[in-house]
């Protein structure tokens, strides 16, 4: 069975610095990558996705991951955050033949000026 | 592109009573559309997943006779909570899976807070 691990429940971080929020999944198959934001009282939005080719994979506001095989690893970076990066950030994983997404507990990343 | 609208986005209710959800994609046609259910400061559960024209297929665990879901159109799935009760009270989010170019992503409504008092 699929199952995602997000290490850190919480990343305090100050304005302009760097972060990286961490993601480890395992699955038997082939997986299907993603991350997810969510703001305060909204829905989630679609930060990157890994489905094949680069693993180097780029999204919306500046945020990257890097796919790991060996190391089932897609963790998120950010080379320089923003006050209003602050939310919460989900990593989800589903198996290429399937439908289903299956959710990480969550990081609550809050960005400090 | 890739739109997905919930209504309502708030909703308050007596206990007993049954209330409807309804998540649309906009600018594309879903074939499958999934329901989520977050407790505050939890992650998304999946409740069931809908496929337009077809029986919805639900996760262990959540009984398909309160939550009742209904696709009868490629832009449209309704989820409605029966005889709710406090206990229901929860942040419902629904995603939309495309055909063709979105197929592998699902892309998420904002969601819909339901308070059953």
């Known amino acids: 069975a699929q199952s995602v691990t997000q290490l850190d429940s919480q990343v305090p971080v100050f304005e302009e610095a760097p972060v990286e929020l961490r993601c480890n999944y395992s699955?038997?198959?082939?997986?299907?990558l993603f991350w997810y934001v969510q703001y305060p009282n909204q829905g989630l939005q679609l930060l990157l996705k890994y489905l094949s080719g680069s693993t180097l994979v780029k999204g919306i506001n500046g945020f990257e991951a890097e796919f790991n095989k060996s190391q089932t690893s897609f963790h998120l970076r950010k080379p320089s955050v923003h006050i209003s990066d602050t939310a919460e950030y989900f990593c989800a994983v589903s198996e290429s033949d399937t439908d289903k997404l299956i959710f990480g507990t969550g990081t609550r990343l809050q960005v400090f000026p | 592109g890739a739109v997905v609208s919930q209504h309502p986005s708030w909703v308050i209710c007596k206990s007993g009573t049954s209330v409807k959800i309804e998540c649309r994609s906009l600018?594309?046609?879903?074939?499958?559309m999934f329901w989520y259910r977050q407790f505050p400061k939890q992650s998304l559960m999946l409740m069931a997943t809908?496929?337009?024209?077809?029986?919805?297929?639900?996760e262990q665990g959540v009984e398909k006779d309160k939550f009742l879901i209904n696709h009868a159109s490629l832009t449209l799935s309704t989820l409605t909570v029966t005889s709710a009760h406090p206990e229901d009270s929860s942040f419902y989010i629904c995603s939309a899976r495309a055909l063709a170019e979105y197929q592998e992503t699902q892309y998420f409504g904002p969601g819909t807070r339901l308070l059953v008092l």
């Open positions: 809908s496929n337009e024209g077809s029986k919805a297929t639900y």
């Open positions: 699955s038997s198959v082939s997986v299907y």
């Open positions: 600018d594309f046609q879903a074939t499958t």
